[in-house]
């Protein structure tokens, strides 16, 4: 999780969690280590047997 908050949790973000208060919440998973995160043998049989997939985004602007 650490990858996906240090690219998610953006400055505007950040600020929005310290105004009410989940900042401290979140603050340890965007301390973690800086390496990029691992698909570990499961996600990668999981995907492995898929044939298509979906990817959604969103961002703090909607």
């Known amino acids: ?3 996906f908050a ?3 949790f953006t400055e505007r973000v950040q600020d929005h969690q310290r105004a ?4 401290r919440a979140y603050r340890r998973v965007l301390d973690g280590p800086a390496e990029p995160d ?3 043998r499961d996600e990668q049989e999981f995907i492995a047997e898929r ?3 979906y ?3 969103g961002s703090e602007t909607g």
Do not use: E, I
């Open 1 to 3: 999780m650490n990858r």
């Open 6 to 8: 240090q690219l998610a």
């Open 20 to 23: 009410h208060g989940s900042d």
């Open 38 to 40: 691992r698909l570990g």
């Open 51 to 53: 044939d298509s997939f």
């Open 55 to 57: 990817l959604a985004t």
